[in-house]
Structure formats: C-alpha cells, structure tokens
C-alpha cells in the first residue's frame, strides 16, 4: 500500500555546494555518463506513441561547435504531426479536465522526485547541450524541481472553495476551471526550468499541451519527457514536437489551440500575439497568450552605494550564463561623483572571471548558443564602438572551436546608443554616465522593456523612489537583478517585456484557469 505524501510548506530547492569533493566528483561522473550518450536519435511523442520522420536535425555543443549532442525529426516537413499532436492533445483533454486537482498535483510532485534523484544528469546535459557552467545549470535544474513543488501546491490551493459573498436563498460558488489545448513554445536559456515549468503548469490546472522546445536545446527537453512517461501521465496530455519556426506557427494558429505559452525574443512574442489574434475557422474562443520577451535591464548606482557590493552585484548579473537570461545586467548606470571608482573595480572583476569549457568546474563564462549569437554579439559590440563607446575589457570572440566571446565592458556609452537601448543577450555590458540619482532613473526607464532592475543606495528615501517610479516587473535593492527564486520573486515584466506572467507566483496558474460561478436556488 502506498504511503499517502505529507505536503508541507514550500521550500526552494537547495543549490549544490560544489566545493565539496563528493559533489564535484559526482557532477564530473555525469558529466562523462552524458558524454556517452551522445548523439542519440529522440522521437517526438504523440498521443504516448513515439513518432519519428525521415527529415532531421541535429543539436549542437556551443562550447564544442562540432560535437553533436542529438538527433531530432524536423517536424517542419511534416507539420502532419502538429495537427496530430493537437488532435491527440483535444481528445485528451476530455478526461484530464476531469481529473481531480490532487491526482493532477502528484504527477508534479512524481517529476520533482525524479528530478532530485538525477540533479547531476539533469545539469549535466545542460553543461553539454547550452554550455552552462556548473553553477547555472545547478541553478536552472534546482529552480525546475521548485516550479514542480510550487505549482502543485497552488493547484491544491486553487482548487479549494473560492471565497464570495453569500446572500440567503442561493447556494453560490465559484470555481476554476481549465482552458482547453495549449501551444507550448519554450527558450533555450533555461531549457529545463523554464520548459518543464511552463508545460506542468498548464497542465497541472487540466489542461493538455503540444510542447516544442528550442532547436537548440531540444535533448533536454527530450530527458525531461522520458520522466513524465516514467511518472506514467495519461497519454496525450502531454505531446512532443520537435521542429523550427514552421512547427511553432501551425501550433498557434491552430484554432484547436486555447492558449499560447512562449518565452522568447520581443519579436516573437509580438508575432505570437498578432497572429492569435485572428480567429482562424471553426475557432470560438478569444485565444489566450502568456508572453514572457526580453529586458534591457539596469543597475542603478547612486553616490552613497556601497561600491565594491554594485561592483560584484554587476559583474555576476552582467555575465551569468554569458549574459543569456532576460534578467542579465546589459546597463551599468552609475553616478558621475563614482563613475570611474566602480568603473576601475567592474574591470578589475571582470578581467579576473575564467572564459572556458562548462565542464570544467571553476570556469566562469563558456561559449553563448550558436553561430548566429556569436556573430549579432560582435557586431553589437562593434556598433558601440562606432557610436562613441570605448572598449574597457573584453570585446574579442574566438570561434574555433566553440562560440566564446570575451566578457565585455564598455565605456562612455549615451543614453539612446544602440547597446543602450537593443537586447544584445550576451555578455556584453554597457556603463553610462549619469549626472545624478534623478538623471539615472529617468535612463533606466529610457529604454521599451521594463522586466528587472537593481538600485545600489544607502538611502531609504532614494530606494522608495525606486519603488515607485523604476518601471520594472522585478525590483532588486541593493543586490543583482539576476536569480529571482520561485514563490521568493514571482518573475514577468512590463512593456515590451511581455504580460507579466510572474512565473513562481500565486497569479501564475490563473493564465490556464477560467473561473465559473454556480448559482442553485435552495
């Protein structure tokens, strides 16, 4: 007989310690087990039936830029196998609706035990398929067990009765209910917290889903699919597409598809909502989209900071993973009075950071993504240049073996430059000048994104401030403005930064509920 689960108060899941010689060791002995892996052939998976077509492609190590690291079907000369999945998933659909919230929640909690019991694989593939470093992909793998454990709680705790007014002679409630089929359309920067979080969320709140991660990271996507079949989830509630950007626009436009989840570049994100906003034939219902896009974000340095606190805080939300997150420092502003005081110790931490290969436990910065990423860096970096901007360290890429670009800081960047205003996603960081507190915070609201921002100050009149007018969806005083944990730091931003979903917070699952109230005349 099973033991029923005690669930009790949320917790984050604990980051590895990865100076311990047991934990190291254990986490270069996945590192070789993947390794042995590699280039394995993945099938979709459609209504629990693994499908597979003549067409492929291949994922790639950025930090290895020849090692293939797996096989997928190209489901963009076959988009057959959307309408299938979308097909599997409707039909699903009709029963897992109907499952109760508690039975639902267990799967998460399934997955969440099975995460834990291969953290170090997990992390792993993350090390091999995006080049992470140890660290990020511990980070990414320990936030995804989190998104498990939370969502599953808020299921539980959204399905209980829903308070509202009672008035004599009705018996009046009102519940939440699923929306229907949803398109899964993931980021490769966080492939396994981002893509599992968003895909069991919708699926915890009973609804069915078509997930397709990124071409670039789809063997992580893959792994975190052969555990939701090991939990043994009902078939179709989850389908499994791999493909580009064909695959991704029939999943949207469908008009069997009830909502759009996506993570991704603005321009995405904004074709996403264009295009769900045409009901397509056969369609009745206004689709719903969950946008999360991109950030131009600033730390704000005032005169009174404790510099060498900004210094470090800047340099690890500036160059964490490369710079690849959302949330990434891209914008140094610093205060004219201690400009070059912190601009001296930003170079100093920068030049000591070790650019490297992420199997290797102490590097710092590995390669970003791809071809495509290495070249737009360059040229970004180029740019600012050309506008007036003045190398400080960094600024050089190597591609000879993998995409690595130098961390990069650059100096005497305006307000208005490019790299002041586009979305580089690299490790690119821009210092601009400002005359005063008041000067900086007008450039940190300059720019059309508005997801995090980070204010240095020793002054609790100056961080209220922050308060009220940085425009941001995440606000960090006196610490980076990267590492938002769930249920600690519901995550999603404004303006061009996409819907605020706040992904990790108690709003999260009310983007794939409808409520319903019942009234009975007693």
Not at 458 to 485: I, M, P, Q
Request: net charge negative; charged share 25%.
């Amino acid at each position: 007989m099973q033991t029923k689960r005690v669930i009790d108060e949320f917790k984050n899941e604990p980051f590895t310690d990865f100076s311990k010689p047991e934990n190291a060791a254990a986490m270069q002995a996945a590192i070789e087990k993947v390794r042995g892996e590699l280039g394995a052939e993945y099938k979709c998976l459609i209504d629990g039936e693994r499908v597979a077509i003549e067409s492929k492609f291949k994922s790639f190590n950025p930090a290895k830029k020849d090692e293939v690291v797996g096989v997928f079907s190209e489901v963009d000369d076959d988009l057959s196998l959307v309408q299938r999945s979308i097909d599997a998933a409707t039909e699903a659909f009709k029963t897992w609706r109907n499952v109760p919230a508690a039975e639902r929640a267990e799967y998460l909690f399934k997955i969440a035990d099975i995460m834990r019991q291969r953290k170090y694989e997990l992390s792993a593939w993350m090390v091999v398929e995006v080049a992470k470093t140890w660290a990020e992909a511990d980070g990414d793998t320990a936030e995804a067990i989190d998104f498990m454990e939370f969502y599953a709680r808020e299921m539980l705790r959204w399905s209980q009765e829903q308070p509202i007014t009672k008035i004599p002679g009705e018996d009046n409630s009102m519940e939440y209910i699923p929306l229907g089929v949803g398109a899964i359309i993931p980021p490769w920067n966080f492939p396994l917290a981002i893509m599992s979080g968003m895909t069991m969320a919708a699926v915890v709140a009973g609804n069915t889903v078509v997930l397709k991660p990124s071409s670039d990271s789809p063997t992580i996507a893959a792994k975190f699919i052969e555990i939701v079949e090991e939990v043994g989830l009902p078939k179709g509630v989850v389908n499994f597409v791999t493909g580009s950007a064909a695959t991704g626009e029939a999943m949207t436009t469908s008009p069997k598809t009830r909502f759009i989840s996506f993570t991704g570049s603005k321009g995405v994100g904004l074709h996403i909502n264009e295009v769900a906003a045409k009901p397509r034939e056969g369609q009745i219902w206004i689709k719903r989209v969950v946008a999360e896009m991109g950030g131009k974000d600033a730390i704000v340095v005032a005169d009174d900071a404790d510099i060498d606190a900004a210094a470090t805080g800047a340099v690890q939300a500036a160059f964490g993973f490369q710079g690849q997150k959302c949330s990434a420092c891209s914008r140094l502003i610093v205060d004219e009075k201690v400009h070059d005081e912190i601009l001296e110790k930003v170079a100093e931490l920068t030049k000591n950071l070790k650019v490297g290969a992420p199997e290797d436990g102490d590097t710092n910065v590995a390669a970003v993504i791809n071809k495509r990423s290495f070249d737009k860096t360059l040229g970004y970096i180029e740019k600012g240049v050309a506008e007036g901007g003045e190398i400080v360290v960094g600024g050089k890429g190597d591609d000879s073996a993998g995409f690595f670009i130098e961390p990069t800081v650059i100096k005497n960047v305006k307000p208005g430059d490019t790299i002041e205003q586009e979305e580089i996603f690299a490790p690119v960081l821009a210092v601009i000048k400002a005359k005063d507190y008041d000067h900086a915070l007008e450039i940190a609201n300059g720019t059309e994104f508005g997801l995090t921002g980070s204010v240095y100050s020793a002054s609790e009149d100056r961080l209220e401030r922050a308060r009220r007018e940085f425009h941001v969806g995440n606000l960090y005083l006196n610490r980076k403005c990267t590492g938002a944990l769930v249920g600690v730091h519901p995550f999603g931003g404004f303006n061009m930064s996409g819907t605020d979903s706040k992904a990790g917070g108690r709003e999260y699952l009310l983007q794939f509920m409808q409520a319903k109230s019942i009234s009975r005349k007693v």
